[in-house]
């Protein structure tokens, strides 16, 4: 987890920091959802490689947005789901949700 003096001064930046890119941004809308597992995420966020996954889930994580929940089972289970932190962040995904259809429908 960054350090509040190592985050941008403005409060916007910081925000982009933490989900700003287009997968972190595609894995919160699906965590929205549900909790999913690495390949459903892998199989559903067309293009992605494992790599750009992993460092994204971990970095995700790390920040304190997502969950990483390890089940005790034959072969393991991991699944992933957004935090407290994550839920937080809900109604911003629904804005930006709500700006791209209305967006979309203004060019006809």
Same mark, same amino acid.
């Given at each position: 987890?960054?350090?509040?003096?190592?985050?941008?001064?403005?409060?916007?930046?910081?925000? &982009?920091?933490?989900?700003?890119?287009?997968?972190?941004?595609?894995?919160?809308?699906?965590?929205?959802?549900?909790?999913?597992?690495?390949?459903?995420?892998?199989?559903?966020?067309?293009? $992605?490689?494992?790599?750009?996954?992993?460092?994204?889930?971990?970095?995700?994580?790390?920040?304190? $947005?997502? !969950?990483? !929940?390890?089940?005790?089972?034959?072969?393991?289970? &991991?699944?992933?789901?957004?935090?407290? !932190?994550?839920?937080?962040?809900?109604? $911003?995904?629904?804005?930006?949700?709500?700006?791209? !259809?209305?967006?979309?429908?203004?060019?006809?």
């Amino acid at each position: 987890m960054l350090t509040k003096e190592e985050l941008p001064e403005c409060p916007v930046a910081t925000t &982009v920091q933490l989900i700003g890119s287009k997968w972190k941004l595609l894995i919160m809308r699906n965590l929205l959802e549900r909790p999913w597992r690495f390949n459903e995420l892998k199989k559903n966020l067309e293009g $992605i490689s494992q790599k750009v996954l992993t460092d994204s889930l971990r970095s995700m994580e790390d920040d304190g $947005i997502i !969950t990483r !929940t390890v089940y005790p089972e034959v072969p393991p289970r &991991v699944e992933y789901a957004l935090s407290e !932190t994550g839920e937080s962040m809900r109604p $911003i995904l629904n804005a930006m949700y709500d700006w791209g !259809t209305n967006y979309k429908k203004s060019l006809g």
